[in-house]
């Protein structure tokens, strides 16, 4: 913008600076009457002066009009490169927030994908167990099947042995009152043969007696087998309907859990969803990043060129004035 000046006084030509010193000199020295002889000379030495003078002052003027825009272009310049440098603090302060946004989108979409890594475990644990306790659950119902079918089949074979060991009751008492009735009814005999006979029917009768005494005997331990047995399988049966109200409870439980699984499934499916438009979005952040680091590279490069091109500029007037100077001195 600034173009080298020659100094004023070495710029004058010889007859100019004459000129000047005698009208410095007429100026300062008054003169009562000037000689006629010098007149024409002065006049003539004003019209040889006047034109060179005439072009120095255009250009003394053009160039300080020259000077003066140039001055106005620097500061416009000057306010232009404030301009610019706020516009790249702003970009990159812009940048900063987005580098930090990136991270923080990064850092959730990490601890988004833990989440549904552990999510994902959990959900396969707890199918693993279902699919466990539904097998537990499937062996227990066969069992208590199983339990039910053996118990109605043992509740039917003692009911039907109590009723042959009533039935055989009933036979021995009817027996027996039939018997003592025929001793109390019968005549004596005064027969010897009589007595013997009546004495080997009496103790034949005391025989059966003895015998039918050892059945019931027998009978009756095997009543209370058969009640000591009665007694296992209520206490088994008691037990088995303990395990089918745990197996039921258990088995709302597994339900429940069953149904809390499949909510977290749910959730999870659209924690995924959003992690997928959160991957896009942090993409997108990541390509508008990229966009914003590579605007002041741009900008530098677009002020570089400007730079150059106002450079050959002033380099070209300046070579301009230097070759008008040249040409005023050659004149």
Avoid at 37 to 63: C, E, H, N, V, Y
Avoid at 137 to 165: C, H, N, P, V
Avoid at 284 to 303: G, N
């Amino acid at each position: 913008s600034s173009c080298p000046t020659r100094p004023v006084a070495s710029s004058i030509p010889a007859p100019l600076k004459t000129l000047s010193s005698s009208r410095t000199f007429q100026k300062n020295v008054p003169q009562s009457s000037p000689s006629p002889p010098l007149l024409p000379m002065a006049a003539s030495a004003s019209a040889a002066g006047g034109q060179p003078q005439k072009q120095f002052l255009s250009i003394i003027r053009d160039f300080a009009a020259e000077k003066s825009h140039g001055e106005r272009t620097v500061s416009g310049l000057k306010r232009r490169l404030d301009d610019v440098v706020s516009a790249s603090d702003a970009a990159t302060a812009e940048l900063e927030a987005a580098k930090r946004a990136r991270e923080a989108a990064e850092t959730e979409l990490r601890g988004s994908e833990v989440q549904a890594s552990i999510a994902d475990a959990s959900i396969q644990a707890l199918e693993a167990t279902i699919s466990h306790l539904q097998e537990e659950i499937a062996k227990l119902g066969s069992e208590l099947d199983a339990l039910k079918s053996t118990e109605d089949i043992e509740r039917e074979e003692f009911l039907r042995q109590m009723l042959e060991m009533n039935a055989r009751i009933r036979q021995f008492q009817q027996k027996a009152s039939a018997e003592l009735a025929e001793r109390c009814s019968g005549p004596p005999s005064a027969d010897g043969k009589q007595g013997k006979s009546a004495e080997g029917q009496n103790v034949s009768d005391m025989n059966e007696t003895m015998d039918s005494e050892g059945m019931l005997t027998d009978s009756a331990d095997q009543m209370n087998k058969m009640n000591a047995e009665v007694h296992v399988l209520e206490e088994e049966y008691q037990k088995d309907l303990l395990e089918l109200e745990k197996l039921r409870h258990e088995l709302a439980d597994v339900r429940a859990k069953r149904a809390l699984m499949e909510a977290v499934m749910k959730e999870t499916k659209k924690l995924q969803e959003i992690g997928g438009c959160t991957i896009h979005s942090l993409r997108s952040s990541r390509s508008a990043t990229y966009a914003l680091a590579a605007e002041p590279t741009t900008w530098r490069r677009s002020r570089r060129r400007r730079r150059r091109q106002r450079r050959w500029q002033t380099n070209q007037r300046s070579r301009e004035h230097a070759g008008g100077r040249e040409s005023a001195g050659l004149v």
